[in-house]
Structures are given as structure tokens and as C-alpha cells.
């Protein structure tokens, strides 16, 4: 499974998202739920949002991402993907380790 790093810029503010809040939390909830979304938040100095997802490759992704009710909406006004091979800090060493068979 590959990790991906996302950031979405939105083209309104705060309140402008309001209408489609509740949707994108409910669709973020059933990814967590899945496994898909690791980590989600907003940025505390940009109009916009981070999110770390676990996906079988880019393509599944992107399919993950045409779901999402902001841009559906047409809210998200540009979305950076970046591929992500986390390997070191404490989120690393916390994790579980699989166990040998």
C-alpha cells in the first residue's frame, strides 16, 4: 500500500464551506473507518487542508479524491498530491510491527 500526502487549497472561506461540512466529515469518518485516511486536518496558515491517505497506488487515489464532497462541489480550487515513504520519527517507532510467523 503506498501513502499519500494531500493538500487542498478551497477557493472559499471557512463559511463557504459550510453547506458541504457535515458531507466531508461523514465521507473522512468512513475512510478512517476503512483504514484509508490516516491523518486529516486544516492548515493553520493557508485557506486549505492536509490529509494523509494509505491507497493500493495514484489511481485508486484519484478515484478517492473525485469522491470527496468539497470537490465535488467545487470548492477545492487545487489539489497537490505527493507520493510519501515515511521512515523516520515517532509515529514510525509507535507503530505496531508485524509479528513473525
Not at 461540512?21 to 473522512?28: E, F, I, K, N, P
Request: negative net charge; proline residues 6%; charged residues 25%.
Amino acid at each position: 500500500m503506498a501513502k499519500f500526502v494531500v493538500e487542498f487549497e478551497y477557493n472559499v472561506d471557512r463559511a463557504g464551506r459550510e453547506p458541504l461540512h457535515r458531507a466531508h466529515t461523514d465521507y473522512l469518518r468512513t475512510l478512517t473507518d476503512s483504514g484509508v485516511l490516516l491523518l486529516a486536518g486544516p492548515l493553520q496558515d493557508t485557506n486549505g487542508g492536509l490529509l494523509v491517505y494509505e491507497a493500493e497506488d495514484r489511481e485508486r487515489l484519484q478515484d478517492i479524491l473525485a469522491a470527496e464532497p468539497y470537490v465535488q462541489g467545487g470548492i477545492v480550487c487545487h489539489v497537490r498530491v505527493r507520493q510519501w515513504a515515511p521512515g523516520k520519527g515517532t509515529w514510525i517507532t509507535a507503530a505496531p510491527q508485524p509479528s513473525a510467523a
